[in-house]
Structure formats: structure tokens, C-alpha cells
């Protein structure tokens, strides 16, 4: 992944990232054709033949157990998935869920934390360039930035470290994955079709949040590093920013939430659906979360601070290129190669005293 001329070398995914990527998508959209396929024959309901959807996941799982050599919590896994098939067979999907869900959803969540980090930092540092675009404006709405905000001073923290697992991180990406979770009752709640004895809706719940945790979980790592504009008191962590805008979209979803519970009650199902679908939600991003800070976060941090210098050369801009879209002059050490794009305005005006 190229961002132009000036920023070769970026890209923090791996070759093998690549091939898991595009092998994931190959298993999604087989899923997805077998899954409708079983519906249309009727063999199966939507939701019964929702576990097909996790196939993919799945497959990561196996992968990151086997490419990572993880023997002994692979043969542990094993153990407990037999011992719950003996014991409680109507129980082996969601083991199996939590056990190879949770570590493919990891394995996706770091390589989309690979594939989106410097882009968005890009995006974020020229947001203000000119005329926003449908992505400038949703970076903006994402991170909450607010108007007219100079975002060329961004920062991250360059000495990681940590001994202890970082329960803010995971508790915010539950908070966030609750935001989700609102929009499925929302869904459920106004279906009336649907109920708590719905056959497969356990299932089918756990499938979909299994996707849902996928997008959620990668943010995180704006938090990891730090990433901020300015220093101090007036900094603007971005992380915080993409908690705020959360928040701020919570607020009118749970009025509208509310107001369908209200209109369309079903009684105690009602609740005991949302305290289900709060239980799994919580479980698959505590799990995905812990096995990505064990086994993920700290290559990925560390392939970040390597390419940090190319991303930004100098901590504040020095100096302008008057070659129109060429790169600076590279005869003075120190001199940052960036487009006269993101330099700070020409128009210098002196004022009266």
C-alpha cells in the first residue's frame, strides 16, 4: 500500500498479511454463497445457518494457532471443546466461538489495525488541506476533530511499555461495542417476527458479533501509541476523539431505542435478549482483546515507531519547497521531503503595532 511518492515504505502490512487477507475474503464470500444457498434450499432458516459466517474466522484461528506454534493452548482447546461435547453438547458452538472466534477476530483486527493506521493518520494530517471530501468528513465525524483544527502537529509516544494488561483499553472497547450491540435491538426489537425462542438466535447473535468486534477492537491502537495533536494541556488525544463521537452517536440511538421498547414491548424478552447479546458481546471482545495485547500489540507497535520517520520527518515543519509537487532539497540534513501542500501558508502579513 503506496500513499504517494514521498511515502514509500508506510505500509505496515506483512507479505503474509496479504495472503491471510485476501484468503479470508475468499472464505467470506464461499461462506456467503453456501449460507444463502442452505436458506433458499431450505434446508436451513437464517438463522440456523448462520455458523457457516464463521468459517472464516474460524480458519484465522486455526491459522494463528498453527503459524504462531501455540501447542499447548491449541491441545487445552481441544480438551475443553471435547469435554463440552460430552458435557454439554448445545453449548460446543459458542466454546467453539470463544475459543477459534476470538483468535481469528485478533488475527483480522491486527490486520486491519496494519492496513488502516498510517492511512488514516495521513488523512487526519491533511484534513484541512482544502475542500473536505466524503472521507475527510468521515475521519472527521470518526475522531470528532473539530472545525478549522491544525492537524500537521500530530504525535505519538515512542517509548511503549507495559506490565500489566491494559484493562482501560479493553473496557473502552466493550463501551464501544455496547454502541453496536443498540443498533441489533433496535433491530430485533422492531421485528416482530423475531423472539427469544426464535430457534438459532443465540447463534446467529454470536455470529454477528463476531463481526462486530472486528471493527471495534482495531481503534484501540490509536490509544496504545499515544497518537495526539499538539503537547501538554492543549493536546487532543485522538483516541478520546473517537470515544466522544461514540458517545455523542449513543446518546440519540438510545432515545430511539427507548422509544421502540416502548411502542413494541414483549415483555421480559425484551430484556433477557439484551442481557444475552451484552453477555456475548462482552466475552468475544474480552477474549479477541486479551489475545491481541498478549500476541499482536507489541510488533505491530514497533513496526509503527520504525516507519514514524518517514511519516513525519521533523517534529515542526522547516521549511517550503519552491519547486511546485517536487520533494524538498535533500542537501540539508534534516530537511523533511513534504509537498508544498502541507506547508504552512506563504501569506505572511505584518501588523501594526
Not at 457457516?52 to 487445552?76: D, K, M, W
Not at 461435547?85 to 460446543?92: A, M, N, Q, S, V
Not at 433491530?187 to 458479533?209: A, C, H, K, R
Request: aromatic residues 12%; neutral net charge; charged residues 20%.
Amino acid at each position: 500500500m503506496k500513499f504517494g511518492p514521498s511515502d514509500d515504505g508506510l505500509s505496515l502490512l506483512r507479505p503474509l498479511d496479504i495472503k491471510v487477507s485476501l484468503a479470508f475474503m475468499v472464505l467470506l464470500l464461499a461462506s456467503a454463497i453456501v449460507y444463502i444457498y442452505l436458506v433458499i434450499d431450505g434446508s436451513f432458516t437464517l438463522y440456523t445457518a448462520s455458523p457457516v459466517l464463521t468459517v472464516p474466522f474460524l480458519a484465522a484461528g486455526i491459522y494463528s494457532y498453527v503459524i504462531n506454534r501455540r501447542i499447548i493452548p491449541g491441545v487445552i482447546s481441544i480438551a475443553v471443546l471435547a469435554l463440552t461435547y460430552f458435557l454439554i453438547p448445545e453449548g460446543i458452538f459458542f466454546v467453539l466461538y470463544l475459543l477459534l472466534g476470538s483468535e481469528g477476530v485478533a488475527v483480522m483486527a491486527e490486520i486491519l489495525q496494519r492496513r488502516m493506521f498510517y492511512p488514516i493518520m495521513r488523512k487526519m494530517e491533511l484534513i484541512d488541506s482544502g475542500k473536505r471530501n466524503l472521507t475527510d468528513r468521515a475521519v472527521a465525524f470518526l475522531f470528532c476533530i473539530p472545525p478549522g483544527m491544525d492537524m500537521r502537529d500530530i504525535r505519538i509516544d515512542r517509548d511503549y511499555s507495559r506490565s500489566r494488561i491494559p484493562v482501560k483499553s479493553i473496557v473502552s472497547s466493550m463501551a464501544v461495542s455496547m454502541l453496536l450491540c443498540l443498533f441489533l435491538w433496535m433491530y430485533v426489537f422492531m421485528d416482530t417476527s423475531v423472539s427469544v425462542e426464535t430457534e438459532g438466535l443465540p447463534i446467529v447473535t454470536f455470529t454477528i458479533i463476531m463481526y462486530m468486534t472486528m471493527l471495534v477492537v482495531p481503534w484501540t491502537i490509536y490509544d496504545r501509541v499515544n497518537a495526539r495533536v499538539g503537547e501538554g494541556h492543549r493536546e487532543f488525544r485522538l483516541y478520546d476523539g473517537f470515544l466522544m463521537s461514540a458517545k455523542k452517536t449513543a446518546v440519540p440511538t438510545i432515545i430511539a431505542l427507548i422509544i421502540i421498547i416502548s411502542a413494541e414491548w414483549a415483555g421480559v424478552e425484551n430484556v433477557f435478549f439484551a442481557l444475552m447479546t451484552t453477555a456475548m458481546m462482552l466475552l468475544m471482545v474480552g477474549a479477541s482483546s486479551l489475545l491481541h495485547f498478549s500476541v499482536s500489540e507489541l510488533p505491530l507497535v514497533n513496526d509503527i515507531y520504525d516507519r514514524w520517520a518517514k511519516f513525519h520527518p521533523t517534529g515542526v515543519y522547516s521549511g517550503y519547497s519552491p519547486y511546485a509537487k517536487s520533494s524538498m532539497k535533500d542537501d540539508v540534513p534534516g530537511t523533511p521531503r513534504r509537498n508544498p501542500s502541507e506547508s504552512f501558508s506563504t501569506d505572511v502579513r505584518i501588523r501594526n503595532r
